[in-house]
């Protein structure tokens, strides 16, 4: 057990546990939280309550969340000179469970981004961004209905694990002598360069993620979002490595693209179609015919675009969740920023971190909970009173505050 010097264990609470692949959870677990900087105060005091709310109105007194208060960014480096606490990396890998809202990255040196050193130190290799429709919110699409996807995006490697050395450096010119001399390649004279390193492990735990994803929600595809018509051995691979493993661990309940288009017995009509486009062509198959598409699985940089395009389709980022995920360790957050000019004046949309405790209680296997806060949120757009980004979306609407918009949550979980 870790002592925690700036953090404070609650009493009464237990710790998640992971057995056999799977989680543990008690009735009253010990959950680590991370306020978030710029308006992430604000947020956080909203969502909590809805949070609480929905656990109390699924189960009333046989279960609850014991928050714990970890700390990361800002507040910890003012009040203990550390961007990132090895404590809080302990709580998270010892509670199992957490939730955050928006950090700074440090500007200059340290670490390069807070978000991605915990990604990497925990291992928490899916970066899972389900993105959806909700009816009454401002859209530049005219069926944004038809989108509803989740986003598999590999969360260590690819640009995560990315080398690079700056044009004109020392450095640079050494590892671009080597590649000409070594292999015959041709590359400018004082270019900048990067290495980008993709494994077939990173990879296939990544897609075999995602197609029992798909599998336990009994959803129609999975498709691999690749540039492997030009990086053939990177992303091409990672390609072929999602075929190996769709082949290899879900041969009975799979099926390629490629093999229900040929008919016949392979094309057994109760299968997760494998999929795999081209990651320009797949922007516009969003666009097109974004209901062809249920579960996205795409290396890191990929996943970054298209999960982003995706939200602006349905609305912004304000009502994006996320979660990364590894085996038996999860952190769930807001995928927007701290818009510091909105710091504590209780204006900003608390829809992403609500909806990433949506994520982290579906994760927990608190369904009913979840269900009530989609319940809610859904009742809250419907009243059209909503913070001011959905606001000026939705000609008619009323603009609330943070605080207001989750009351709208809490009051709509009965309706």
């Not at 237990?14 to 105060?41: C, H, K, M, Q, S």
């Not at 336990?216 to 990177?234: A, D, R």
């Not at 209780?346 to 579906?362: A, H, Q, R, T, Y």
């Amino acid at each position: 057990m870790t002592t925690y010097k700036f953090a404070k264990v609650p009493s009464g609470g237990n710790r998640i546990g992971y057995d056999a692949g799977a989680l543990r959870v008690p009735n009253n677990p010990i959950i680590p939280f991370v306020e978030g900087d710029g308006t992430g105060a604000d947020i956080w005091r909203a969502s909590v309550r809805v949070f609480d709310a929905a656990i109390q109105k699924a189960y009333g007194d046989e279960r609850r969340v014991h928050w714990m208060e970890v700390y990361a960014g800002e507040k910890a480096y003012t009040n203990h000179g550390d961007w990132l606490p090895q404590e809080t990396v302990d709580a998270m890998q010892e509670f199992r469970v957490s939730i955050k809202g928006p950090l700074t990255t440090p500007v200059g040196g340290g670490i390069r981004s807070l978000n991605v050193t915990l990604r990497q130190v925990l291992d928490l290799y899916a970066c899972i961004r389900p993105v959806r429709y909700f009816e009454g919110v401002g859209s530049p699409m005219r069926e944004p209905n038809k989108l509803n996807i989740v986003v598999f995006r590999e969360n260590t490697e690819d640009v995560y694990a990315g080398i690079e050395w700056k044009a004109g450096s020392p450095e640079a010119k050494k590892v671009r002598d080597f590649l000409v001399s070594s292999f015959d390649v041709e590359i400018r004279e004082g270019s900048a360069l990067g290495i980008k390193p993709m494994s077939e492990f990173g990879s296939k735990r990544l897609i075999e993620m995602a197609i029992r994803y798909a599998l336990k929600h009994c959803l129609p595809s999975v498709t691999l979002m690749h540039k492997g018509n030009i990086m053939k051995f990177t992303e091409g691979a990672f390609r072929d490595w999602g075929y190996d493993v769709a082949r290899a661990k879900f041969g009975e309940s799979t099926v390629s693209e490629a093999d229900l288009v040929k008919g016949g017995a392979a094309a057994r009509a109760d299968a997760v179609i494998i999929k795999d486009r081209i990651a320009d062509s797949m922007f516009q198959q969003l666009l097109l015919r974004p209901d062809e598409y249920s579960v996205i699985a795409t290396p890191n940089l990929n996943g970054d675009y298209v999960s982003d395009a995706a939200a602006a389709q349905v609305g912004g980022l304000g009502m994006a969740p996320g979660g990364n995920v590894g085996d038996g360790l999860a952190v769930f957050e807001a995928t927007h920023g701290t818009a510091p000019k909105y710091a504590n004046k209780d204006k900003i949309n608390p829809g992403s971190v609500i909806l990433s405790g949506v994520m982290m209680f579906e994760y927990m296997g608190w369904t009913e909970a979840a269900e009530l806060i989609v319940r809610g949120i859904e009742s809250a757009i419907r009243s059209r009173r909503v913070t001011y980004d959905l606001a000026r979306q939705m000609p008619g609407s009323t603009e609330v505050s943070t605080s207001e918009f989750g009351n709208q949550v809490i009051k709509g979980m009965g309706s």
